[in-house]
Antibody
């Protein structure tokens, strides 16, 4: 069974940093691009970032460029999101989501993890 | 950035009735469109990709259509478990973008 389990969320002050992790199991992790998608409380979904299976290719939404870094450790089957210079508007549930297809950036998501809540507040 | 606009924001439907949800793109996304279902407190679930291909395990009552800028998700006969929020997502251009969602509620 494919499983994605996020961790690392919590309360952080504005300007602070946090690193999220997503532990993957049930599939060949290195064969799939992985994504972070967030959802502010009571709001819709916002794609944040993607990383290719090898880690060589990354993309970000404009609002997090220069502040967030996506990475992966294929030996540990784990995806990361390093978040720096956090702002109140980064408050959201952060989901990791696998690309549907292996081998290339398919860019639609299946499955999703259960999410981890990040709250940026003083 | 491609803006995805969903309508209506809320759709009130009786069980057993048909539901039709719309998604419009600010520019053509070809058939590079997916639909997701999200229930309260749960992660989204993929329903449709390629505008019209059902994901594995998705019941046949869910169907998608459209291309270019106009897309439709149809639920042919609503079941109790279908009351949820539905999102469309384009993957034709970076950044990937979602619509704001349509809530399907019990009438």
């Amino acid at each position: 069974e494919v499983q994605l389990v996020e961790s690392g969320g919590g309360l952080v002050q504005p300007g602070g940093s946090l690193r999220l992790s997503c532990a993957a199991s049930g599939f060949t992790f290195s064969h799939y691009a992985m994504n972070w998608v967030r959802q502010a409380p009571g709001k819709g979904l916002e794609w944040v970032s993607v990383i290719s299976g090898s880690g060589a290719i990354t993309y970000y939404t404009d609002s997090v460029k220069g502040r967030f870094t996506i990475s992966r450790d294929n030996s540990r089957n784990t995806l990361y999101l390093q978040m720096n210079s956090l702002r109140a508007e980064d408050t959201a549930v952060y989901y990791c989501a696998r690309d549907h297809n292996s081998g290339y950036l398919s860019n639609w998501f299946d499955p999703w993890g259960q999410g981890t809540l990040v709250t940026v507040s003083s | 950035e491609i803006v995805m606009t969903q309508s209506p924001a809320t759709l009130s439907v009786s069980p057993g009735e048909r539901a039709t949800l719309s998604c419009r793109a600010s520019q053509s996304v070809s058939s590079n469109l997916a639909w997701y279902q999200q229930k309260p407190g749960q992660a989204p679930r993929l329903l449709i990709y390629g505008a019209s291909t059902r994901a594995t395990g998705i019941p046949a009552r869910f169907s998608g259509s459209g291309s270019g800028t106009e897309f439709t998700l149809t639920i042919s006969s609503l079941q109790s478990e279908d009351f949820a929020v539905y999102y469309c997502q384009q993957y034709n251009n970076w950044p990937l973008t979602f619509g704001q969602g349509t809530k399907v509620e019990i009438k």
